[in-house]
């Protein structure tokens, strides 16, 4: 129990877990499995995978998952994941919206429009408030409208 003090007596009701018990729980192994099923609906639900998610699904705070150390450490390698997979999905849209606004630019180009941030977005369907979320659009966008397009 690493000396924390982890009561939290009440009944505690969700999709994954319901228990009438004080805490902390006789067995870790019993929540582990609840906290494991939270984590697997979260992923096949595409939603996000966090502690404070979790603890939302199992009926839990987040301070409580300190007390175990099996189901802390889960967490953290999950959250981990989630991240790093949010992370490469995130550099995959970038780099396919850079695809995008070449060819938004290309477009304009050769129609003989004024190539500006607005047209490109609206071409792409995004706002530029969007796009410049990602910094090589951004920047990409900022070099569009700094030259000195046909119109």
Not at 41 to 52: I, K, Y
Not at 72 to 88: G, S
Request: aromatic letters at 8%; one cysteine or more.
């Amino acid at each position: 129990m690493d000396g924390k003090r982890c009561f939290e007596a009440a009944t505690y009701q969700s999709p994954f877990l319901t228990l009438n018990l004080p805490y902390p729980f006789q067995n870790e192994t019993v929540l582990l499995e609840r906290v494991r099923e939270a984590v697997a609906h979260l992923e096949v639900t595409n939603a996000r995978v966090s502690r404070a998610t979790v603890a939302r699904l199992v009926g839990l705070s987040v301070c409580t998952f300190n007390c175990y150390p099996q189901i802390k450490a889960f967490l953290t390698e999950q959250v981990t994941k989630y991240q790093e997979r949010r992370a490469r999905q995130r550099q995959q849209l970038e780099e396919e919206l850079v695809l995008k606004v070449h060819q938004a630019i290309e477009l304009l180009t050769n129609s003989g429009s004024r190539v500006t941030q607005k047209a490109i977005g609206e071409i792409l369907e995004m706002s530029v408030m969007s796009l410049f979320q990602f910094p090589q659009v951004k920047s990409l966008l900022q070099q569009a409208s700094r030259r000195d397009w046909p119109s």
